[in-house]
């Protein structure tokens, strides 16, 4: 199986060498939506072309949420997706669960995109089902789809009239690993998850991207960007987009940004994530190409666009790019040190330092291959 891109160990060896991406050291005291909830992974409410929705002069933002348990490394267990908004003065609101309780298929909610329809009210979610409701805890991993309606009203807003969810694709287990481990292990679960909606400007066709794993490679380290197209109002699997094979396990919360005639495919990976030999942060990474099928290069000749600073490599983790090139990330570790790294294996240590909260926004710059912090 080929993929149309490889993220090769050669292309990362220059990051030694890169300068300009850390991002600056996030300044303590940040306000979370909800003070009994920690706030992880997030998407916005946009267009079908791709660009930011605004209602009452505010974004509209999709998070993961759950209660502040005593390891926030179990929130994942428990994970519902929240409905937030932030306006002008910086303030971030909550507006509930997105979904009733028991609507969603698994045994809790994971990431994904969501469009606002061409009518200004039909919301499709894709959104990934972990588990299965009602079964004992699994990292299972399936993609859906619901259809609501989204309204605003003064500060109020409505999510309503959910469709029930629609199975997307499922991994085949010839080329997309079948996601369904019972036991984590240490290097990371499989992946069939983080469904992100994209469509494509020159023909109007319609794609899901995927976080997923090469069901074709035996390399322990085998990350791939999976790709579903819509075809015949039927999704089918494509060959992957991006192949990470001994390179990177988990190519997480894929989406496509398209600037000036070219695309960019960005993605978050975690420094541990990278396979025995290779040193690089845990950041956003990119591709770029003129179109949709290829051939894709990596932003900054790397694919690193942004990472943590050295002095803080755990800080944010979960870059989103919007269309009008900003970005928005969680706190996850804030204040750690390299050296005190190894703190968080224990659950104390983890709560206390753990973020939980949306980070600040950064802004990038755009300049042909070059993807970069704006200044």
Do not use: K
Not at 292 to 321: D, E, K
């Amino acid at each position: 199986m080929t993929a149309r891109a490889e993220w090769t160990r050669t292309a990362l060896a220059g990051i030694a060498r890169q300068t300009g991406a850390a991002i600056p050291p996030l300044r303590p005291g940040a306000w979370s939506p909800v003070a009994d909830l920690d706030y992880w992974d997030m998407w916005p409410i946009a267009d079908a072309d791709g660009r930011t929705v605004l209602r009452g002069g505010r974004s509209w933002w999709f998070f993961l949420a759950a209660p502040r348990l005593d390891d926030p490394e179990a929130r994942h267990d428990v994970a519902r997706i929240r409905l937030t908004s932030i306006g002008g003065d910086g303030v971030w609101r909550d507006h509930g669960d997105a979904f009733p309780d028991g609507f969603t298929p698994g045994s809790r909610e994971w990431s994904g995109s969501a469009v606002l329809e061409e009518d200004g009210v039909t919301l499709s979610h894709y959104f990934t089902a972990a588990g299965r409701r009602g079964e004992a805890t699994s990292f299972e991993q399936r993609l859906f789809v619901s259809r609501g309606r989204f309204h605003v009203d003064g500060d109020a807003a409505h999510l309503s009239d959910w469709s029930p969810p629609e199975e997307i694709v499922a991994a085949d287990g010839a080329v997309y690993t079948i996601a369904n481990e019972t036991v984590a292990p240490p290097h990371g679960i499989q992946g069939f998850r983080d469904p992100g909606f994209f469509r494509d400007p020159a023909d109007g066709a319609a794609y899901v991207l995927f976080t997923a794993n090469a069901a074709w490679s035996d390399a322990r380290v085998n990350g791939v960007i999976g790709v579903a197209r819509r075809s015949d109002d039927a999704w089918r699997l494509d060959p992957p987009l991006l192949s990470a094979i001994d390179v990177n396990s988990e190519l997480e919360r894929p989406h496509i940004v398209v600037r000036d005639g070219r695309y960019y495919l960005f993605w978050s990976t975690q420094a541990r994530r990278f396979a025995t030999g290779i040193t690089a942060p845990t950041g956003l990474y990119a591709m770029v190409a003129e179109r949709m099928a290829g051939p894709w290069r990596p932003a900054n000749g790397t694919g690193l666009v942004a990472a943590n600073p050295p002095q803080a490599p755990a800080q944010a983790y979960c870059w989103w790019v919007t269309a009008d090139g900003y970005v928005l990330s969680f706190r996850d570790y804030p204040g750690i040190a390299p050296d005190r790294l190894d703190s968080l294996a224990e659950v104390a240590q983890r709560r206390r330092a753990f973020g939980g909260a949306p980070a600040p926004f950064f802004l990038l710059a755009f300049d042909g291959d070059r993807v970069t912090l704006s200044t």
